[in-house]
Every structure is written in structure tokens, then in C-alpha cells.
């Protein structure tokens, strides 16, 4: 398995809390079910510190960062400026064939999936439209700011404000086929906002 690969995959089970704050992620243990030395492994443990989702703890080993609210302030006002930009851009340069591809992937939004499912499927989307913004820069940034709100998703109880994204996201793509930019980031950005209202309103 290629870094690029297992990094998206440990990025994954970090933000969907397959893996828990503070557990400890064994190197032992990774490279025998990745097939990956412990070098490149390495290197992946600490571009994830980096992003602030796992925390490298010198002579005892690389664990799971914790969520906590307050510490993601900083973070959640950067992306709350960058989620209007990638809605303007997205609006005024997604090809039809992007369009058509988010269209389509809406279909995923089945009624019986649970929270998880559908936090996967957020995470896919967002990606789709960023992708369509056709800015590189802006792609990774808001990818690493996105993975660390997004798992703020495990500290409410009550996870069913998460049924209602398909509908914001039918409403964001009918706005980009308008070429609308100014409705497209109004979209996005209250899509973001009241994902962080909601976990904040149960703290």
C-alpha cells in the first residue's frame, strides 16, 4: 500500500473515531495490516500531527489527539471565511461534469444509513465541491481544516441534526448550476455554521 493511500485511510478512522481520542496508534500493529515499513509509516504519524489529529508523545509513541470544543475556536473561524470562497468558486468554475457528478452522488443519502454513514458521505461531498473550486491551495486547506471540525461530530448525543445535509447540499447545487456564487456561499457557509451550533448547543 502506497503512503498517500494509508494516509487517507488513518485520516479516515481518526475523524470517524474508528480509532478514539487518546488511543494509542502501535507502529507494530499498523505496519503488520498496512504492509508499510516503519519509516513511511513514520513520516505519515507525524504529517498527521502536523494536521493536529494525532499527537507524537516523545519515548512513549503516537496517540490519537483529543476533541475538545474550545481548542478548535481558532480553526472553525478560519474555515467559516474559506467554506464562502470555495461556494463562490465552485459556482463560478465547476464543469458540468462536476455538477452532474454531485448531482449524482447525492443518491448515496439513503434513509437507513446511520450518523457515520452520513458523516462519511459529508466528508465526499465537501470534497466534490472543493475539488470544483479548481484551487489547489484552497483544496488542501480547507481538507485539513474540514477533518479536524468534522470530528467534533462524536461529542453530541443526539447526531440526527446529520439527516438534514442532504438537503442543504441539494439546495447548494442547484445554486451552482445557477452560476449564483453569492447563494452558493451563503449555502455552505450556513451548512458549516450549523453543524457547529448544533454539537455546541449539547456541550
Known sequence: MNKNTLYSILREKIVLADYKPGQILKEKKLMEEFGIGRTPLRELLIRLDAEGL???VPYSGAYVSSVEFHHLVDVMEVRRLLVRM???LAA???TKGEIEKMTNFLDN???DL???EV???DCKFHDLVNMATHNQVLYEILQALRDRV???WILPKDKSFVYGFKGDFQRLIA???KRDKETAASILAAHSESFIERIKAQL
Do not use: P, T
Open 54 to 56: 494525532v499527537e507524537i
Open 86 to 88: 470555495a461556494g463562490r
Open 92 to 94: 463560478e468554475r465547476a
Open 109 to 111: 443519502f439513503k434513509a
Open 114 to 116: 446511520d450518523e457515520k
Open 119 to 121: 458523516i462519511k458521505l
Open 150 to 152: 468534522l470530528r467534533l
Open 175 to 177: 445554486a451552482i448550476k
